[in-house]
């Protein structure tokens, strides 16, 4: 069963916000929120996570809601190389492998 | 720092004959994973290692799939006998330390696998 809930494709205008959602309605309390992306023919790359707290570093933020059942990855000036797949996904320490699921992510498409 | 490496990049096969990737981590990390990704679809653990030992392998398909990482550091995937619904991208990924919440993956190129 997918833990995560993501919309399948967006597109985003070059230079303004991206803003990719994912629901966790059934995450668990030590499980944090990990956020990774892959492009075109790469191994996907880690972006961001988090645990309950809003996280921020040089690519992106990632806005947790207070009740831990969705996420926002937010990149704040997207550019062209920026079009790729996104992955949430949710992992507790010490948890079992099988937590890592990617799911299908999302399809972000940055527009010229 | 150097990535995770591996090789070969692409490998075209027919079925039923056996192939094996390798993968070469990143200095240090102890945990290793093997991903397979097939086209359209996110990657799927198949294996993860800590050192030299298997920590799960519980979605390895055991009757055609291995895996070793001998001396904790490369490892070896191998398929044997490989079957047409192998075709796929086989990642791996490395990271510092298993368990903790701040555990990150740092992944290979991948090899592309095409079975005929």
């Known amino acids: 069963d997918a833990k995560t809930t993501q919309p399948p494709s967006m597109d985003c205008a070059e230079g303004r916000a991206a803003n990719l959602p994912c629901n966790h309605s059934?995450?668990?309390?030590?499980?944090?929120v990990y956020w990774y992306r892959q492009i075109h023919s790469q191994g996907p790359q880690y972006i961001i996570h988090g645990l309950k707290n809003n996280e921020t570093n040089e690519m992106a933020s990632l806005i947790i809601t207070e009740d831990r059942k969705s996420s926002t990855l937010i990149l704040p000036h997207a550019t062209l190389r920026d079009t790729a797949v996104y992955y949430c996904?949710?992992?507790?320490?010490?948890?079992?492998?099988?937590?890592?699921?990617f799911g299908s992510g999302t399809q972000l498409t940055v527009l010229p | 720092e150097a990535g995770v490496a591996q090789s070969p990049r692409y490998k075209i096969i027919e079925k039923r004959q056996s192939v094996a990737f390798w993968c070469n981590p990143i200095s240090g990390h102890a945990t290793l994973y093997w991903y397979q990704q097939i086209l359209g679809q996110g990657p799927k653990l198949l294996i993860q290692?800590?050192?030299?030992?298997?920590?799960?392998d519980s979605q390895l398909p055991k009757d055609r799939f291995s895996a070793e990482r001998l001396k904790g550091v490369d490892s070896t995937l191998k398929i044997q006998p490989a079957k047409l619904e192998d075709s796929a991208v086989y990642l791996c990924?490395?990271?510092?330390?298993?368990?903790?919440?701040?555990?990150?993956?740092?992944f290979g190129p991948g090899t592309r696998l095409l079975v005929l």
């Open positions: 996904m949710l992992r507790s320490p010490g948890g079992s492998a099988r937590q890592l699921t």
């Open positions: 059934t995450i668990s309390g030590n499980e944090y």
């Open positions: 990924a490395s990271s510092l330390v298993l368990g903790l919440g701040g555990e990150t993956q740092y």
């Open positions: 290692f800590q050192n030299n030992g298997v920590v799960d």
